[in-house]
């Protein structure tokens, strides 16, 4: 019985002309990361479950894919744990793997794995996808690419500086408009400690990043529900009623953390971003920008494009010590992701890729037969040779039929070669878009494509 054909919710098959466009952005942003000296790296698609749980949060921890064992998977379940439907119990006996949730704490996890073999401070991009166990919705899937930079090893805020301007310029490069935010979370800390709440900064800072999608009365229900005090749900007002430019708003927020030691230095060092960031970035300070992964220490950063509905286009941040859970303590690192699917889809709605057309095949060579399709199949090479991106229609079929698959192709030439033409050394060029035709010898053939298409098409 055939089975029709489906994906799972939150996945998509990818044609040509997407992927030609996601490579387009991909290869703006390594460009940008190669100059500011990253290197590449891989990690596995699956990670242990122990290496990715309690690093995320509490809603993050449960949007982690986790693998079933490989066998009998229920033989290591207990039995009373099964009846009960002690889900938690049941989950580390039949689960010890997991699709990986996000590119960081496996790059952790790479760093003491392989620190004997790396130079630090280390900086490396890394480009794969990732899982999350999330409600697909525009701009959101199940399965996604990150773009990822991370530098560890130093904790100079010059590091900082040098994201913010990663940021700028793989933007610029792609003409996106956005707003880089940033905030810190020492900051927060000192907020919550000015409040009393220094012990719940995880509830505090995940009730705050919720302030700009469910607004600020949504926001003070969700602590008043999570048992907070009002002292803390009117300082979330005073937060968000925040006014001026950055350093107006850091002047006011000073005053809110003066007696805090962290919350002073969230303040010290924000200064410092602030003061030494070129004068041109779209850089905005967001006090209410929490970031709510727990391993966040310092800096973090979001960035939106403002002229589309998407939420955020990247987002990153400080952690001080994320080794530290798998044994390496004191390695300072600093990270900023690029969200791919939200990058292309702001790009497809500004209409700012460029035409694509110039990635496809150039020239398409007519298959006449077994001999003619030889004579140019070796015409093919001779261009491919100069790096022409060229192709033979590999079946003897109607011209028509050939013809429809260059136009469909947007491929822009045809040559036409046939028994005649290879005894005269010439043969018909079809220019597809004019509908212009010539006759060519196979050296002129050679150096129309090596000396025009370039020109024309844009390949180098």
Known sequence: MSVKPSLPKGTRDMLPETMLRREYIIDHLKEVFKKYGFAPIETPAMENLSTLTGKYGEEGDRLIFKLLRSGDFLSHADGKSLADKDSSAVLGAISNKALRYDLTVPFARFVVQNQNEIQFPFKRYQVQPVWRADRPQKGRFTEFYQCDADAVGSDSLLLELDFIRIYKEAFQKLKVPVIIKINNRKLLAGIAESLGINNRLGDFTIALDKLDKIGL?????????????????????????????????????????????????????????????????????????????????????????????????????RYDDLTAIFGMKGLSGIGISFGLDRIYLAMEELDLFPDMEAEGTEVLFVNFGLEESLYALKLANELRDLRVKAEVYPDSAKLKKQMDFANRKNIPYVVLIGTHEIEKGSFALKHMHSGEQSNMSRVELLQHFSQNIPSEYGRH
Not at 227 to 234: D, K, T, V
């Open 217 to 317: 009365q949504g926001v003070q229900k969700e602590l008043k529900d999570r048992g907070f005090e009002a002292e803390a749900i009117e300082g979330i007002a005073r937060i968000a009623a925040l006014s001026g430019n950055n350093s107006e708003q850091l002047a006011q927020i000073e005053e809110l953390v003066k007696s805090s030691e962290i919350g002073n230095r969230g303040v010290e060092e924000l200064r410092f971003v602030l003061e030494h960031v070129d004068k041109d970035t779209p850089l905005q300070l967001d006090l209410t920008l929490a970031r709510g992964l727990d391993y966040y220490t310092g800096a973090i950063f979001e960035v939106v494009a403002p002229d589309v509905n998407l939420g955020s286009v990247g987002g990153g941040g």
